[in-house]
Nanobody, 123 residues
Framework: QVQLVESGGGSVQAGGSLRLSCTAS???????MGWIRQAPGKEREGVAT???????TYSDSVKGRFTISRDNAKNTLYLQMNSLKPEDTAMYYC??????????????????WGQGTQVTVSS
C-alpha cells in the first residue's frame, strides 16, 4: 500500500502558474498515477494521468496548459500548471493505481489517494 502526500497548492491570479507535487511512500515506478480535481458542487474530474511506463493523457480543459511528470528517483509526481484560469479552482488530489494505466475519465479506478491540496485562482 502506498501513501501519497500532495503539496504546492495555493492562491494565484489568473494567468499565473503553480506546480503541485505528490510524494509517495513507495516506488512511483510501480504505479500509474494521476491528478484529479474536484470543485465545490461538481464531480471529480480526471485532469491528467501518467501510465506506469510513461504515456500521458489530459482533459481537454487543461491540454496545452498543464503538464504531468514524475521523478521516479525521488518517488514524486508533479503537475505543472500554467496560464491558470478561475475555473481551475478546485481541490487537487494525487492518485495511484497498481494497473499499468487508468482511464482518466474513470478516476475512481485509482486505488490510492492523497489528502488533496487546494488551488484557488482569482480573476
Amino acid at each position: 500500500q502506498v501513501q501519497l502526500v500532495e503539496s504546492g497548492g495555493g492562491s494565484v491570479q489568473a494567468g499565473g502558474s503553480l506546480r503541485l507535487s505528490c510524494t509517495a511512500s513507495g516506488y512511483t515506478s510501480r504505479y500509474s498515477m494521476g491528478w484529479i480535481r474536484q470543485a465545490p458542487g461538481k464531480e471529480r474530474e480526471g485532469v491528467a494521468t501518467i501510465a506506469r511506463f510513461g504515456g500521458t493523457t489530459y482533459s481537454d480543459s487543461v491540454k496545452g496548459r498543464f503538464t504531468i511528470s514524475r521523478d521516479n528517483a525521488k518517488n514524486t509526481l508533479y503537475l505543472q500548471m500554467n496560464s491558470l484560469k478561475p475555473e481551475d479552482t478546485a481541490m487537487y488530489y494525487c492518485a495511484a493505481s497498481n494497473a499499468l494505466w487508468v482511464d482518466r475519465t474513470r478516476p475512481t479506478d485509482f486505488g490510492y489517494w492523497g489528502q488533496g491540496t487546494q488551488v484557488t485562482v482569482s480573476s
